[in-house]
């Protein structure tokens, strides 16, 4: 596609409750990143695929999260047992390829309320 | 771990005006990207620079590598400029470090 795409937009959902978010990179993208930003706070580093090798997962808040890419397409990032701190919005970014020297281009986010 | 820090935190003008936002960084990068964040949370990539200077149309980014500094420059700023202004660094394959952000405000 043309950019990013995170489906979807808003997410809200009652405590304890699992949840999923997807992230549709853009076409030949081999880097996908997946970032939080909480209420009135920066940009969190989560998770970090780069093709087919095995993920930087050292962002994960805890093993309540998890997230899968096939190959260099979709990812998703799953939230299991919800909590309120887990309200947030999630960010997912592409690059032509994870060495630092490429642009990111950023979806618009998912933003998750756990009420 | 990189440490970034952004001044300043919040930066009101009228419009017009020439705007400076600054970026500092305690690692060596090997890129360093400026965002642009619009309220409700949209991030527009604006640069990414690893050295010398960037020009896009009223924006332009400048890089020190031997300081570890930045900064990000708005000529003839417009209410359409106001947002959050986020410094972000990176290194080799490793994900991005960013800034706290610089909340923009221009009023007309």
């Known amino acids: 596609g043309a950019g990013v795409s995170q489906s979807p937009s808003n997410k809200v959902t009652e405590k304890g409750k699992d949840v999923e978010l997807r992230c549709d990179p853009i076409?030949?993208?081999?880097?996908l990143y997946w970032y939080r930003q909480r209420l009135g706070q920066g940009l969190e580093f989560l998770i970090y695929f780069q093709g087919n090798s095995a993920p930087d997962k050292s962002g994960l808040p805890s093993d309540r999260f998890s997230a899968e890419r096939t190959g260099e397409s979709v990812s998703t990032l799953t939230i299991q047992r919800t909590q309120q701190e887990d309200s947030a919005v999630y960010l997912c970014a592409s690059s032509l390829a994870g060495t630092g020297l490429y642009g990111y281009t950023f979806g618009s986010g998912t933003r998750l309320t756990v009420v | 771990k990189n440490e970034v820090e952004q001044s300043p935190q919040n930066l009101t003008a009228q419009e017009g005006e020439f705007i400076t936002i600054n970026c500092s960084y305690s690692?060596?990068?090997?890129?360093l990207h400026w965002l642009q964040q619009h309220p409700g949370g949209g991030i527009v990539s604006l640069f990414m620079?690893?050295?010398g200077k960037k020009k896009h149309g009223r924006l332009i980014a400048t890089i020190n590598i031997q300081e570890k500094h930045s900064s990000l420059h708005i000529t003839a700023s417009h209410p359409r400029d106001s947002a959050v202004y986020i410094c972000a660094v990176g290194f080799g394959n490793e994900k991005l470090t960013f800034g706290t952000g610089t909340r923009l405000t221009i009023i007309p």
């Open positions: 690692v060596g990068i090997s890129a």
């Open positions: 620079l690893s050295s």
């Open positions: 076409s030949g993208h081999t880097a």
